[in-house]
Structure formats: C-alpha cells, structure tokens
Nanobody
Framework: QVQLVESAGGLVQAGGSLRLSCAAS????????MGWFRQAPGKEREFVAA????????LYADSVKGRFTISRDNAKNTVYLQMNSLKPEDTAVYYC????????????????????WGQGTQVSVSS
C-alpha cells in the first residue's frame, strides 16, 4: 500500500509562484509513475502533469506547459510541482497521484489509471 501526502497549498497573487510536494510511503517509489491533477469548483478533475520512473520523461497539460515543472527525488520518495506565473484560473484543489502500472505514454493523463491518491491541497490565486 502506498500513501501520498501533499504539502499545504496556499493563497498567492497572480504572477506568483508556489511549490507543492507529495511525499510517498512504501517501497519501490522510484518505479511509480506520478502525476498531479486538479479540480476547480464545479469542474471535473483534470490532468496537470506527470513524471515517469525515469525523471527525464514528463508530460504536461497545455494549460500549464511552460509555467509548471514536475520533478521527483527518488531518494526522498517525493514528487514536486513548481508552479510559476500563476493565474486565477489555476485556482483548484491539487491532488498527487501514483501508479505502479505501466501504460502507454499518453495514457498517464487519465485519472482513472492511478491507484493511489493524496488528500488534496487547496491552491488559490487572486487577481
């Protein structure tokens, strides 16, 4: 069993930055594909970014590409989401997710393929 615990989010002004972290318990973390998703009020959960066991392989939603960076430190069993140039539309609850299964590269955008989820953390961006 894997448990994922996100760091606290926060309230930032538009244009600001925030870094989220997600600490994973359990073994074989380095073999897991990890993702970040978000859900805004009244909207469906959407994919933000993913990183594979090889940290050089990443995937981003078009809406965050060039502004957000996902990374991982396997020695610390932690994945990060650095968010820069934040916009009010980035306001949402952010969730960390993990999967031990291997899928086609583009399938990692699908929330239903992840077995493990964090509790979520609120990120609010004011205009």
């Amino acid at each position: 069993q894997v448990q994922l615990v996100e760091s606290a989010g926060g309230l930032v002004q538009a244009g600001g930055s925030l870094r989220l972290s997600c600490a994973a318990s359990g073994r074989a973390f380095s073999n897991y594909g990890m993702g970040w998703f978000r859900q805004a009020p009244g909207k469906e959960r959407e994919f933000v970014a993913a990183i594979f066991w090889s940290a050089s392989s990443t995937l981003y939603a078009d809406s965050v590409k060039g502004r957000f960076t996902i990374s991982r430190d396997n020695a610390k069993n932690t994945v990060y989401l650095q968010m820069n140039s934040l916009k009010p539309e980035d306001t949402a609850v952010y969730y960390c997710a993990g999967t031990g299964r291997i899928y086609y590269y583009r399938d990692y955008v699908r929330a239903e393929l992840y077995e493990y989820w964090g509790q979520g953390t609120q990120v609010s961006v004011s205009s």
